[in-house]
Structure formats: C-alpha cells, structure tokens
Nanobody, 123 residues
Framework: QGQLVESGGGLVQAGGSLRVSCVAS????????MAWFRQAPGKEREFVAT????????YGADSVKGRFTISRNNAKNTVYLQMNSLKPEDTAVYYC????????????????WGQGTQVTVSS
C-alpha cells in the first residue's frame, strides 16, 4: 500500500500561516485521491479537504473554506495543505490519507494514512 509521511507542522500564532506536506512512496501517486483530516484532543477525527487524482476537483470543510487550500504535485508525489488565517480551534494533529476512486469526505473510505503532524495555534 505504500507509505505516507507528513511534515511541516509546528507552533504558530493566531492569524498566521503554515503549510503541511505529505509525501507518498510505494504507490503510483497519481492514481490516488488524497485528503487531509485532523484530530484535536478529545475529539473525533474530522475531514478537512480532499483533492482528486488530477487536482482538478477539490473540496474543503465549511470550517476551513476560504482559509485552507489543498493542492498536489504528482511529479513530486506530494500533497499540500496551505493554512492561512489560522485560529486556535485549528489546533490538531493533521493526517493525510489516500484512496482509489472519487473524492470523499469520509475517513472510512480512505485506505492509507500517515502518522500525522501536530499543528498548534496559539491565541
């Protein structure tokens, strides 16, 4: 199934920006729909954004629309999440995930997961 490795998390002040990345290996990256999910302490994992294999279809959760942008570079086997205007409630572990087939917002549809990267937004 290959491996997904996230990076780029860290501590940022409210209103700031951060870009997290996820590099895929051991698979034909361009075959896969990719997504970002996040999980805050004591909360369930929630959908953030998804992108089709071609990059032409993207969709984000209402809570991040207008602030977060998902993109991918198939030549680099990498998917990105650009996060702007960060809020303390964006604090969570961010996970990338992969699946074959169309885009989805359901975590159970994704078959491969990274280990996560911590994003902390201070007020």
């Amino acid at each position: 199934q290959g491996q997904l490795v996230e990076s780029g998390g860290g501590l940022v002040q409210a209103g700031g920006s951060l870009r997290v990345s996820c590099v895929a290996s051991g698979r034909t990256f361009s075959d896969y729909t990719m997504a970002w999910f996040r999980q805050a302490p004591g909360k369930e994992r929630e959908f953030v954004a998804t992108i089709s294999w071609s990059g032409k279809i993207t969709y984000g959760a209402d809570s991040v629309k207008g602030r977060f942008t998902i993109s991918r570079n198939n030549a680099k086997n990498t998917v990105y999440l650009q996060m702007n205007s960060l809020k303390p409630e964006d604090t969570a572990v961010y996970y990338c995930a992969a699946k074959l087939g169309p885009t989805s917002t359901g975590s159970s549809d994704f078959t491969s997961w990274g280990q996560g990267t911590q994003v902390t937004v201070s007020s």
